[in-house]
Protein backbone atom coordinates (compact mmCIF):
# COMPACT_ATOMS: atom_id res chain seq x y z
CA UNK A 1 0.00 0.00 0.00
CA UNK A 2 1.44 3.71 -0.82
CA UNK A 3 -0.41 7.03 0.63
CA UNK A 4 0.10 10.18 -1.06
CA UNK A 5 -0.22 12.88 1.20
CA UNK A 6 -0.47 16.39 0.15
CA UNK A 7 -0.66 19.73 2.10
CA UNK A 8 -0.69 23.30 1.45
CA UNK A 9 -3.79 24.19 -0.89
CA UNK A 10 -5.94 27.21 -0.06
CA UNK A 11 -7.45 30.58 -0.83
CA UNK A 12 -4.97 33.18 -2.16
CA UNK A 13 -5.91 36.34 -4.14
CA UNK A 14 -4.89 36.88 -8.10
CA UNK A 15 -0.76 37.83 -8.26
CA UNK A 16 -0.24 35.69 -4.77
CA UNK A 17 1.70 32.50 -4.09
CA UNK A 18 1.18 28.92 -2.64
CA UNK A 19 3.28 26.10 -2.20
CA UNK A 20 1.82 22.26 -2.51
CA UNK A 21 3.61 19.44 -0.92
CA UNK A 22 3.30 15.73 -1.33
CA UNK A 23 4.38 13.00 0.88
CA UNK A 24 4.66 9.27 -0.58
CA UNK A 25 4.73 6.63 2.18
CA UNK A 26 3.97 2.69 2.84
CA UNK A 27 6.19 -0.28 0.82
CA UNK A 28 8.06 1.71 -1.28
CA UNK A 29 11.36 0.40 -3.43
CA UNK A 30 11.41 3.01 -5.42
CA UNK A 31 9.79 6.14 -6.56
CA UNK A 32 10.35 7.63 -9.79
CA UNK A 33 9.09 10.70 -11.38
CA UNK A 34 6.07 12.72 -9.27
CA UNK A 35 4.51 15.46 -9.99
CA UNK A 36 1.12 17.51 -9.94
CA UNK A 37 -1.84 17.56 -12.07
CA UNK A 38 -5.19 20.01 -12.19
CA UNK A 39 -8.74 19.65 -12.29
CA UNK A 40 -11.27 22.48 -12.95
CA UNK A 41 -14.59 21.83 -12.77
CA UNK A 42 -16.10 21.05 -15.95
CA UNK A 43 -12.61 20.32 -17.15
CA UNK A 44 -10.61 16.95 -17.93
CA UNK A 45 -7.45 16.30 -15.34
CA UNK A 46 -4.36 18.27 -17.13
CA UNK A 47 -0.67 18.00 -16.40
CA UNK A 48 0.73 20.59 -14.03
CA UNK A 49 4.63 19.89 -13.87
CA UNK A 50 6.78 16.19 -13.22
CA UNK A 51 9.98 15.68 -12.38
CA UNK A 52 12.39 12.50 -12.00
CA UNK A 53 13.93 11.26 -9.96
CA UNK A 54 17.18 12.57 -11.21
CA UNK A 55 15.52 16.19 -11.21
CA UNK A 56 14.40 17.02 -14.43
CA UNK A 57 11.06 18.74 -14.91
CA UNK A 58 8.46 19.79 -17.33
CA UNK A 59 5.11 21.75 -16.97
CA UNK A 60 2.45 23.17 -19.10
CA UNK A 61 2.98 25.75 -21.03
CA UNK A 62 0.23 27.58 -18.69
CA UNK A 63 2.54 27.94 -15.74
CA UNK A 64 5.90 28.03 -17.15
CA UNK A 65 7.78 30.83 -15.76
CA UNK A 66 5.20 31.02 -12.86
CA UNK A 67 5.33 27.72 -11.02
CA UNK A 68 8.36 25.38 -9.97
CA UNK A 69 8.19 21.77 -9.07
CA UNK A 70 11.04 19.98 -6.40
CA UNK A 71 11.52 16.95 -4.79
CA UNK A 72 13.42 15.04 -1.74
CA UNK A 73 14.48 11.71 -2.63
CA UNK A 74 15.37 10.85 0.43
CA UNK A 75 11.67 12.03 2.02
CA UNK A 76 9.77 10.96 -1.37
CA UNK A 77 8.35 14.11 -1.51
CA UNK A 78 7.47 16.85 -4.31
CA UNK A 79 6.48 20.53 -3.88
CA UNK A 80 5.31 22.80 -6.16
CA UNK A 81 5.96 26.76 -5.28
CA UNK A 82 3.18 28.20 -7.40
CA UNK A 83 3.55 32.26 -7.90
CA UNK A 84 1.94 34.80 -9.60
CA UNK A 85 -1.58 32.93 -9.46
CA UNK A 86 -4.38 33.66 -11.66
CA UNK A 87 -7.90 32.78 -11.89
CA UNK A 88 -7.47 30.61 -14.28
CA UNK A 89 -5.17 28.47 -11.91
CA UNK A 90 -8.47 27.74 -9.58
CA UNK A 91 -8.58 23.72 -9.76
CA UNK A 92 -8.15 20.61 -7.47
CA UNK A 93 -4.52 19.68 -7.50
CA UNK A 94 -3.10 15.90 -7.28
CA UNK A 95 -0.08 14.63 -6.69
CA UNK A 96 1.03 11.81 -8.75
CA UNK A 97 3.74 9.17 -8.17
CA UNK A 98 5.02 6.33 -10.11
CA UNK A 99 6.15 3.69 -7.64
CA UNK A 100 7.62 0.96 -7.56
CA UNK A 101 6.01 -1.15 -4.74
CA UNK A 102 7.80 -4.03 -2.47
CA UNK A 103 4.77 -6.26 -1.58
CA UNK A 104 3.23 -7.25 -4.35
CA UNK A 105 6.48 -5.95 -6.47
CA UNK A 106 4.41 -3.73 -9.15
CA UNK A 107 4.68 -0.49 -10.02
CA UNK A 108 2.12 2.04 -11.73
CA UNK A 109 0.93 5.84 -10.69
CA UNK A 110 -0.37 6.61 -7.35
CA UNK A 111 -2.68 9.42 -6.60
CA UNK A 112 -2.98 11.70 -3.62
CA UNK A 113 -6.55 12.98 -2.78
CA UNK A 114 -6.59 16.57 -4.06
CA UNK A 115 -6.15 19.90 -3.05
CA UNK A 116 -8.13 22.61 -3.60
CA UNK A 117 -6.07 25.91 -4.65
CA UNK A 118 -8.76 28.93 -5.32
CA UNK A 119 -7.64 32.52 -6.42
CA UNK A 120 -10.30 34.75 -6.37
CA UNK A 121 -10.23 38.55 -5.27
Known amino acids: QVQLVESGGGLVQPGGSLRLSCAAS????????MGWYRQAPGKQRELVARITSGGSANYADSVKGRFTISRDNVKNTVSLQMNSLKPEDTAVYYCIADVLTMTPARRYDHWGQGTQVTVSS
Open 26 to 33: GYIVTVYS
